[in-house]
DNA sequence: CTGTATCCTTTTAGATACTG
DNA sequence: CAGTATCTAAAAGGATACAG
């Protein structure tokens, strides 16, 4: 199902990262704080697969890959954001809830 | 993080069934396809820590327990269900990128 | 009706090593 | 640089039983 894919940590942090532009390999796993190696080439592979992201290889030496957002990435990326930017804002009340919740127990 | 529990698909499911208005605990379980009693209830549960989704329990035999947003859940749901109409709209064009991916290999 | 607890199986994630 | 493969440990998920 493509919730699934969009309901994923991962795949939010990469689309949002893309939207500023294209990046390499390396790049965004220094942008994405805590993802591995494994995670990132797995969930940009998802992404290739479900045509949200490109992928373009260099024939340096070594090899240069860039990652980019498609059209059609592009245009989710566009609903994604607002839901991100609403993290950010809000997180202070979700972890005052949270304080609230937990003392009441 | 607040994004795992933005990143979590029975969050999104439920969200966007809540957003109709309050909803008691079996009628979401029938609403949202798939989901396991332990799924929905655990789920919830992190909703309401969260701050997100409210819980009001009524003293009838047997007990009947609401589940509905809160107004910070409301205005998450505001930026969830842009996403969820995304993925509807466009779930098309993420098969056939599929197709042709697989295609390719 | 609305849950929690437990057991058990299946996935997932992390670390490490290795390749073009 | 940009990955894949493998192994293991941890986490998640399903089924069942039971309780207020």
Redo the contacts between chains.
């Keep these: 199902?493509?919730?699934?894919?969009?309901?994923?940590?991962w795949?939010?942090?990469i689309i949002r990262v893309l939207r500023q532009g294209p990046c390499r390999f390396n790049q965004l796993r220094r942008e994405i704080e805590g993802i591995s190696q494994k995670a990132l080439s797995q969930t940009l592979r998802k992404l290739?697969?479900?045509?949200?992201v490109s992928r373009t290889a260099f024939p340096t030496v070594p090899v240069t890959v860039e990652y980019a957002l498609t059209g059609?990435g592009d245009?989710?990326s566009n609903?994604?954001t607002?839901?991100?930017?609403?993290?950010e804002d809000?997180?202070q009340?979700?972890l005052?809830?949270?304080r609230?919740?937990?003392s009441r127990q």
Aim: proline share 3%; hydrophobic share 45%.
């Design positions: 199902m493509v919730f699934e894919r969009l309901a994923d940590k795949t939010l942090l290739e697969r479900d045509g949200l059609l245009t989710l609903r994604i607002p839901l991100l930017s609403w993290a809000q997180i009340h979700v005052e809830a949270q609230q919740y937990d």
